[in-house]
């Protein structure tokens, strides 16, 4: 049976703000090309998986943009009540799926990844399916570019599959974002591999997973997939995330599995994580400034300045991030951007600056 993608939309953007917002978060924004990220990430995938088989699960407030961006039909656009985390999207995807195609393959996709070589995305794709129809949880490495502190990583041991450079790994494990001096160890071994989020299994697979590890929440699950079709549809999604943790795909099932697989990607990834993003992305100046939209500067050195309306002038000063995005200002040191939730944080919590969020 031919793969589906289930495409998460979920997630808040909070590191673009201000150019994201609670209304509009960064994966339905135009941030690379003319396309946003889950508009790019749909076209990406649409060799292995075409519109037909692509689900879309996105909170509930999201459902007019989606529905404006990518025109999925009624039974493709899957709505949370709430945002509860990747587990239970994943969760409910796999049992909508079970009701309307059992056996079949998910391609579990973030909407907000950015992915150049499409070409090796989807052999890296082909090859992780062919896994999967043997009863395997497999997940996407990629090869650290740096000793990067924000992601997790994945421990992957012996080959199992593939050739050449695209190969798949067993896990050995699952490490957690780990310190400096941590991250260098894992990129001079050659055994670890940054974890990107992209899952690829069948759907009785991953049930069996929850049915293991979340039996309460795969319960509930068993009572939706029976209401898939039903008036009851939308009352036992209900009551799925009135049950269901927030909790992610990997604390729930991955790092408890013994059933993985890693396969080392050979594209380009980046989960665009912050405004650090467009300086890996755009080639800075001589200066090492990266710059989107109108700007003036001078003695200005390694800034990331965007700007989406007026003119932004900026004088002697470096190592910053300065956005302009209609009615919000952000000047940060690049080093403090992971600090950024706490600031809006405080954001929300005072009357006359909440309103921007």
Same mark, same amino acid.
């Given at each position: ?12 953007? %909070? =590191?673009?703000? !201000? ?37 879309? #699960?996105? !909170? ?12 999925? $039909? ?7 009540? %709430? ?54 949880? #497999?997940?996407?490495?990629?090869? !650290? ?31 957690? $974002? ?29 049930? %069996?997973?929850?049915? =293991? ?42 790092? $408890? ?41 001078? +003695? ?34 690049? +080093?403090?951007?992971? %600090? ?8 929300? $919590? ?8």
């Amino acid at each position: 049976m031919k793969p589906y993608a289930v495409i998460l939309c979920g997630g808040r953007g %909070e =590191r673009f703000w !201000p150019k994201s917002r609670r209304r509009q978060p960064k994966q339905f924004m135009r941030l690379f090309g003319d396309k946003s990220l889950t508009q790019q990430t749909s076209e990406r995938v649409k060799p292995l998986c075409p519109s037909e088989r692509q689900l879309f #699960v996105t !909170p509930a407030e999201f459902a007019a943009t989606v529905r404006r961006q990518l025109r999925p $039909k009624p039974e493709n656009l899957l709505l949370e009540p %709430e945002g509860r985390n990747t587990a239970p999207a994943i969760g409910v995807a796999a049992a909508y799926l079970a009701a309307t195609h059992p056996g079949v393959t998910m391609v579990v996709l973030p909407a907000d990844h950015l992915i150049k070589q499409r070409l090796r995305f989807l052999s890296s794709v082909r090859l992780a399916a062919r896994l999967a129809q043997e009863g395997m949880l #497999v997940c996407f490495g990629i090869p !650290p570019a740096r000793p990067d502190t924000g992601y997790g990583y994945i421990h992957v041991g012996r080959k199992v599959g593939g050739r050449g450079r695209l190969t798949a790994h067993k896990v050995v494990g699952f490490r957690e $974002k780990p310190d400096p001096d941590t991250a260098r160890s894992y990129v001079r071994s050659g055994n670890y591999l940054w974890n990107s989020g992209m899952f690829v299994w069948r759907v009785d697979v991953i049930l %069996e997973a929850f049915e =293991r590890f979340m039996p309460e929440f795969r319960a509930a699950l068993g009572e939706f997939t029976s209401a898939v079709g039903t008036r009851r549809q939308n009352s036992a999604l209900k009551k799925v995330y009135e049950q269901a943790p927030s909790i992610s795909i990997d604390y729930a099932v991955m790092e $408890k599995a013994h059933n993985i697989i890693a396969v080392r990607a050979t594209f380009d990834w980046d989960d665009v994580g912050s405004w650090l993003a467009l300086a890996r992305q755009k080639r800075p100046d001589k200066s090492g400034n990266v710059v989107n939209g109108l700007c003036v500067s001078r +003695d200005v050195q390694n800034c990331i300045v965007d700007s989406d309306t007026g003119v932004v002038a900026v004088l002697g000063v470096e190592d910053l991030v300065v956005v302009r995005s209609k009615d919000a200002v952000l000047v940060a040191r690049r +080093d403090k951007l992971g %600090e950024i939730k706490e600031l809006l944080k405080q954001m929300a $919590k005072n009357p006359d600056a909440r309103g921007f969020l």
